[in-house]
């Protein structure tokens, strides 16, 4: 299976900052790279897509760049609403495998 | 607007199969570029892709879990469906369906259920 590393794991931020989430593949994976934003009890929403084609109906706060093994999330100014659980997934091959979350927290 | 809503039992017993369905409304499941998946969370975890089936009714399953998996679709009442057998308390989770959509190639999940959770329990 493919292995997807997120970092960091949980990070805290004041609202209109910049924030960087990063995901790295155990192998190259082209741009099959999706994100997603889970808020608690709630399904995953999907925020991006190949790496970096904004979901309709997203903010265009969040962007995604990368190709390969490196790809980042990237939300340009932070929002009190953006306060979530961050996952990235590849969908380069089956099994389709998350990595393990980064939780975003508003200062 | 797609919507999808899983249904099934809350409580398994160990051993027991665990069968849960998800029923589509909004788009048929015999159409389009779709693949309709499975995917579970258990409490405080991250997530896990369980396995999918396609419109034309081939699967793909998770290896980890695929000697106990099995995903059907009735495209008469618009639903697919999840078993998983002998199931044990690891298997404990929120269990969420979901649409892949393929178009341009890409797959990724772009509508879920709001999830059920099923507890393993005797």
């Known amino acids: 299976d493919i292995q997807m590393t997120q970092s960091p794991s949980s990070l805290s931020a004041a609202v209109g900052h910049r924030v960087t989430i990063t995901c790295r593949a155990s192998?190259?994976?082209?741009?099959?790279l999706n994100w997603y934003q889970q808020k608690p009890g709630k399904a995953p929403n999907l925020l991006i897509y190949?790496?970096?084609s904004l979901q309709s109906g997203v903010p265009s706060r969040f962007s995604g760049s990368g190709s390969g093994t490196d790809f980042t999330l990237t939300i340009s100014s932070l929002q009190p609403e953006d306060s979530a659980t961050y996952y990235c997934?590849?969908?380069?091959?089956?099994?389709?495998?998350f990595g393990q979350g980064t939780k975003l927290e508003i200062k | 607007q797609v919507q999808l809503q899983e249904s099934g039992p809350g409580l398994v017993k160990p051993s027991q199969t665990l069968s849960l369905t998800c029923t589509v409304s909004?788009?048929?499941?015999?159409?389009?570029?779709?693949?309709w998946s499975w995917i579970r969370q258990p409490a405080g975890k991250g997530l896990e892709w369980i396995g999918r089936?396609?419109?034309?009714?081939?699967?793909t399953y998770n290896p980890s879990l695929k000697s106990r998996v099995t995903i059907s679709e009735d495209t008469s009442k618009n639903q697919f469906s999840l078993k998983l057998s002998s199931v044990t308390a690891a298997d404990t989770a929120m269990y969420y369906c979901?649409?892949?959509?393929?178009?341009?190639?890409?797959?990724?999940?772009?509508?879920w259920g709001q999830g059920t959770l099923v507890t393993v329990s005797s």
């Open positions: 190949a790496a970096s």
């Open positions: 089936i396609y419109t034309s009714g081939s699967t």
């Open positions: 909004g788009g048929s499941i015999s159409s389009g570029n779709y693949y």
């Open positions: 979901a649409r892949e959509n393929d178009n341009l190639g890409h797959d990724r999940s772009d509508y």
């Open positions: 997934q590849q969908s380069y091959k089956t099994p389709y495998t």
């Open positions: 192998q190259r994976i082209s741009s099959y």
